[in-house]
């Protein structure tokens, strides 16, 4: 994705709701709470599921490359006759460097505390001169995420490891249990085979290479555990029974580390990865989900009013549909939160149309309760959003952290996706972010998962109309207008209305597109309407690159000026550091008109150089430029396309992509000339008496072009046939032009009527 959209990237809405993932992929919380201390208890004696760390020590072959290894990852889960589970997880990682030290020193799990409960059972860390030091009785908290606009159920096991440094090994071991059922009659959970760490200050995770890793779950013999395709991947599977209980045990060995780069694949199988289940069926999440929110679907006078007034001027299905968009964007605000409920479980839709506000399940209840109240057909719809990447969905879980509305096709109407979460987003606030993910629509007949459909790159654009339009001493002016859709658009216009320094970081946004020049003025049109694209218009002041008068002025323009901007094609990583799968998606487009206007009728063009046209599987670039009236007018268009480039073909990408950035750009000089100014000015005049016509024969003569002389003189004897000079002309062009017998004729004729030879 381009740089510049994944540094302003605005997430709209997250539930933030899910099972535990007995530690693997936890999600970073962000909201202050107060801090609560776990009664550790140095003393109660945990059952360890591992070895003794002096034990591990020993098995393990030291890899002096690696900055850390995780010697064991083990997670062992219970489930009882009810479907209620407890999960124990014991990891041990070998400290290689002090990036490690930094990284391995603070531990966080994140958890559910609406469903479960966690309990950190020991942590220790085993010094380099083999002594062991255990985790201190201030050192572990309960914490709530730090974001203060942020409501919802996750919070997280925090811990501080004692004395980590480079050859020390630390070890712990914690416990999840349920507290509540999520979905009656079912379980579910996703596991990694790895341990993901978060990176010190925020810089990300990492996934180390893993020299064992191990899943075992042990259930009543008669729960049917349906588990995802693990075979792509060196991890194997037992499963035993003994005394009604049942033993199903994932390994794997020798796991290399997970080197997350940017533009990856959103599919999680670059990473050994299992759901497990007790239903193979979507449909049981789906009548689950429907159950919980059917009930909310209630009315009242309030509600019933607003139904009354949308039908009194919405008398189609598409009216009455934007009448209910507008309506929710205009009356009930968007919060990131679970208000006052754990889970999926919404408020009833009168309540929030009531109280004002409400989170995306909240405003997805009132949209389908007003859209079937006005005779349309709408279920929710649950989403997996691309800040979760696509999990294998063959197998059900509940790993959605996102709701919206769906429309089918009907009377008239296409089928629509209908997110209102985004504040003045576009009808029907259809965004990026859930573009091409899967979703469940949440009604009884469900059977399957759906997948939301993407937009083509014509539709994700930039396109900039730039006209140099000024010239006053040796100072230039230009006006632009940049027009945005797509990606683009959404972005743009959540930083227009969130940035706290908006006209300045868009001047200087877009100040990069010329960085000699600066940004003058500076409009945006329809931030806050949600019917019409933003775009953005203003000027550009050139300073000292012109000298005026007889002085030539140089103009140049390249597709790179569009892509440093709206992309990110000059940081890719190397050949050999690309590690992963390189993925575009979605693609996009970039466009531009350029024009460039002399800056007198004196100064003629000079084209230097011309950008180049480019088609290959990556990348189409269309340039042409036209020469009009006193100006030069550039177009270029640049797809780049939605690709997925394994490793083996990176090297090519790589080389096209630099192809691109060095292609030619659009060079052009305007030099001043005198008789081709006055050439033109003839030629532009228009007028047919003979005067003009004799002194513009006389300069395409002068200028060599004698085939124009000849019918500009032809057209001044026809305009006056007794202009003895008009004749000689004549003679003059026919001449030139190898016609001798016609031109002693003319000549004859010029002093027959007076003309001096």
């Given at each position: 994705?381009?740089?510049?959209?994944?540094?302003?990237?605005?997430?709209?809405?997250?539930?933030?709701?899910?099972?535990?993932?007995?530690?693997?992929?936890?999600?970073?919380?962000?909201?202050?709470?107060?801090?609560?201390?776990?009664?550790?208890?140095?003393?109660?004696?945990?059952?360890?599921?591992?070895?003794?760390?002096?034990?591990?020590?020993?098995?393990?072959?030291?890899?002096?490359?690696?900055?850390?290894?995780?010697?064991?990852?083990?997670?062992?889960?219970?489930?009882?006759?009810?479907?209620?589970?407890?999960?124990?997880?014991?990891?041990?990682?070998?400290?290689?460097?002090?990036?490690?030290?930094?990284?391995?020193?603070?531990?966080?799990?994140?958890?559910?505390?609406?469903?479960?409960?966690?309990?950190?059972?020991?942590?220790?860390?085993?010094?380099?001169?083999?002594?062991?030091?255990?985790?201190?009785?201030?050192?572990?908290?309960?914490?709530?995420?730090?974001?203060?606009?942020?409501?919802?159920?996750?919070?997280?096991?925090?811990?501080?490891?004692?004395?980590?440094?480079?050859?020390?090994?630390?070890?712990?071991?914690?416990?999840?249990?349920?507290?509540?059922?999520?979905v009656p009659d079912q379980w579910f959970d996703s596991f990694s085979f790895h341990w993901?760490?978060?990176?010190?200050?925020?810089?990300?995770?990492?996934?180390?290479?893993?020299?064992?890793?191990?899943?075992?779950?042990?259930?009543?013999?008669?729960?049917?555990?349906?588990?995802?395709?693990?075979?792509?991947?060196?991890?194997?599977?037992?499963?035993?029974?003994?005394?009604?209980?049942?033993?199903?045990?994932?390994?794997?060995?020798?796991?290399?580390?997970?080197?997350?780069?940017?533009?990856?694949?959103?599919?999680?199988?670059?990473?050994?990865?299992?759901?497990?289940?007790?239903?193979?069926?979507?449909?049981?999440?789906?009548?689950?989900?429907?159950?919980?929110?059917?009930?909310?679907?209630?009315?009242?006078?309030?509600?019933?009013?607003?139904?009354?007034?949308?039908?009194?001027?919405?008398?189609?299905?598409?009216?009455?549909?934007?009448?209910?968009?507008?309506?929710?964007?205009?009356?009930?605000?968007?919060?990131?939160?679970?208000?006052?409920?754990?889970?999926?479980?919404?408020?009833?839709?009168?309540?929030?149309?009531?109280?004002?506000?409400?989170?995306?399940?909240?405003?997805?209840?009132?949209?389908?309760?007003?859209?079937?109240?006005?005779?349309?057909?709408?279920?929710?719809?649950?989403?997996?959003?691309?800040?979760?990447?696509?999990?294998?969905?063959?197998?059900?879980?509940?790993?959605?952290?996102?709701?919206?509305?769906?429309?089918?096709?009907?009377?008239?109407?296409?089928?629509?996706?209908?997110?209102?979460?985004?504040?003045?987003s576009l009808y029907p606030g259809f965004s990026v972010g859930i573009e091409g993910q899967?979703?469940?629509?949440?009604?009884?007949?469900?059977?399957?998962?759906?997948?939301?459909?993407?937009?083509?790159?014509?539709?994700?654009?930039?396109?900039?109309?730039?006209?140099?339009?000024?010239?006053?001493?040796?100072?230039?002016?230009?006006?632009?207008?940049?027009?945005?859709?797509?990606?683009?658009?959404?972005?743009?216009?959540?930083?227009?209305?969130?940035?706290?320094?908006?006209?300045?970081?868009?001047?200087?946004?877009?100040?990069?597109?010329?960085?000699?020049?600066?940004?003058?003025?500076?409009?945006?049109?329809?931030?806050?309407?949600?019917?019409?694209?933003?775009?953005?218009?203003?000027?550009?002041?050139?300073?000292?690159?012109?000298?005026?008068?007889?002085?030539?002025?140089?103009?140049?323009?390249?597709?790179?000026?569009?892509?440093?901007?709206?992309?990110?094609?000059?940081?890719?990583?190397?050949?050999?550091?690309?590690?992963?799968?390189?993925?575009?998606?979605?693609?996009?487009?970039?466009?531009?008109?350029?024009?460039?206007?002399?800056?007198?009728?004196?100064?003629?063009?000079?084209?230097?150089?011309?950008?180049?046209?480019?088609?290959?599987?990556?990348?189409?670039?269309?340039?042409?430029?036209?020469?009009?009236?006193?100006?030069?007018?550039?177009?270029?268009?640049?797809?780049?396309?939605?690709?997925?480039?394994?490793?083996?073909?990176?090297?090519?990408?790589?080389?096209?992509?630099?192809?691109?950035?060095?292609?030619?750009?659009?060079?052009?000089?305007?030099?001043?000339?005198?008789?081709?100014?006055?050439?033109?000015?003839?030629?532009?005049?228009?007028?047919?008496?003979?005067?003009?016509?004799?002194?513009?024969?006389?300069?395409?003569?002068?200028?060599?072009?004698?085939?124009?002389?000849?019918?500009?003189?032809?057209?001044?004897?026809?305009?006056?046939?007794?202009?003895?000079?008009?004749?000689?002309?004549?003679?003059?062009?026919?001449?030139?032009?190898?016609?001798?017998?016609?031109?002693?004729?003319?000549?004859?004729?010029?002093?027959?009527?007076?003309?001096?030879?």
């Open positions: 994705m381009p740089d510049l959209l994944t540094k302003i990237f605005y997430l709209r809405c997250v539930l933030l709701i899910g099972l535990s993932m007995a530690g693997a992929y936890a999600l970073a919380d962000n909201d202050k709470d107060k801090n609560k201390d776990i009664d550790k208890n140095n003393d109660k004696k945990a059952e360890r599921i591992a070895p003794a760390l002096k034990t591990l020590a020993r098995s393990f072959k030291l890899d002096s490359s690696s900055e850390a290894q995780v010697i064991l990852r083990k997670t062992r889960v219970h489930i009882d006759e009810q479907l209620m589970s407890h999960a124990t997880s014991y990891v041990a990682v070998y400290i290689n460097s002090d990036e490690a030290v930094r990284d391995y020193s603070q531990i966080s799990v994140s958890f559910n505390s609406f469903y479960e409960d966690i309990e950190l059972e020991f942590a220790n860390v085993r010094t380099p001169d083999g002594k062991m030091d255990s985790i201190k009785a201030d050192a572990t908290q309960i914490q709530s995420p730090t974001d203060e606009n942020f409501y919802h159920d996750r919070k997280e096991l925090l811990f501080s490891l004692p004395n980590v440094r480079k050859g020390s090994i630390i070890e712990f071991q914690y416990r999840y249990t349920d507290t509540k059922k999520m993901w760490e978060d990176r010190a200050a925020g810089q990300g995770s990492r996934a180390d290479s893993i020299v064992a890793s191990e899943l075992q779950i042990i259930a009543p013999a008669t729960i049917n555990l349906i588990s995802s395709d693990t075979s792509a991947y060196p991890i194997t599977q037992k499963r035993s029974i003994k005394d009604a209980q049942q033993t199903v045990t994932w390994t794997g060995k020798n796991l290399a580390k997970i080197e997350l780069q940017n533009s990856m694949q959103r599919e999680h199988d670059y990473a050994p990865y299992l759901r497990v289940a007790t239903t193979a069926k979507w449909n049981d999440v789906a009548r689950w989900a429907d159950q919980l929110i059917e009930p909310h679907l209630v009315s009242d006078a309030k509600l019933n009013a607003l139904v009354a007034d949308i039908k009194k001027t919405a008398l189609t299905p598409e009216a009455k549909t934007k009448a209910v968009y507008r309506a929710i964007q205009e009356q009930v605000r968007y919060v990131f939160a679970h208000v006052g409920r754990g889970g999926y479980e919404p408020h009833d839709a009168a309540e929030i149309l009531k109280n004002g506000y409400g989170d995306c399940k909240d405003q997805t209840v009132l949209a389908v309760m007003l859209l079937r109240e006005l005779g349309i057909a709408a279920d929710p719809a649950l989403i997996v959003t691309r800040g979760r990447g696509v999990p294998d969905m063959r197998v059900p879980g509940i790993s959605f952290d996102h709701m919206i509305v769906h429309i089918p096709a009907q009377n008239g109407l296409p089928e629509i996706w209908m997110d209102t979460t985004g504040e003045t899967p979703a469940l629509v949440v009604n009884n007949k469900t059977q399957s998962i759906s997948v939301l459909p993407s937009l083509p790159a014509r539709e994700h654009f930039a396109e900039l109309e730039l006209v140099f339009d000024k010239f006053e001493g040796r100072d230039t002016q230009a006006s632009f207008k940049i027009n945005f859709g797509g990606l683009y658009e959404q972005r743009l216009r959540s930083m227009w209305k969130y940035s706290s320094e908006r006209d300045k970081y868009f001047r200087e946004l877009i100040g990069q597109i010329y960085n000699s020049a600066e940004v003058t003025e500076l409009t945006a049109s329809n931030a806050d309407n949600m019917w019409q694209p933003f775009s953005l218009s203003g000027r550009f002041s050139f300073t000292n690159v012109w000298g005026g008068g007889k002085d030539p002025i140089n103009y140049s323009f390249s597709i790179t000026q569009l892509t440093n901007l709206f992309a990110d094609l000059r940081n890719l990583h190397s050949v050999h550091d690309r590690k992963q799968i390189y993925v575009v998606d979605p693609g996009y487009s970039l466009r531009a008109r350029i024009v460039f206007a002399s800056p007198d009728s004196d100064h003629q063009l000079q084209l230097t150089t011309q950008g180049e046209n480019i088609d290959n599987a990556y990348y189409t670039l269309t340039q042409s430029g036209k020469q009009e009236k006193n100006r030069y007018v550039i177009n270029q268009d640049l797809t780049v396309k939605q690709v997925k480039v394994p490793l083996k073909d990176y090297g090519d990408f790589y080389q096209k992509t630099n192809e691109l950035i060095e292609s030619n750009d659009w060079s052009l000089s305007y030099i001043y000339n005198k008789t081709a100014a006055e050439l033109i000015a003839l030629e532009n005049n228009g007028t047919s008496d003979v005067v003009s016509l004799i002194a513009l024969t006389r300069l395409h003569i002068k200028n060599g072009d004698y085939a124009k002389s000849l019918a500009t003189a032809q057209q001044a004897v026809n305009a006056s046939p007794k202009k003895a000079e008009a004749y000689y002309v004549l003679g003059l062009a026919q001449g030139y032009n190898q016609l001798f017998t016609e031109s002693d004729a003319s000549f004859k004729q010029a002093e027959a009527l007076g003309y001096k030879l």
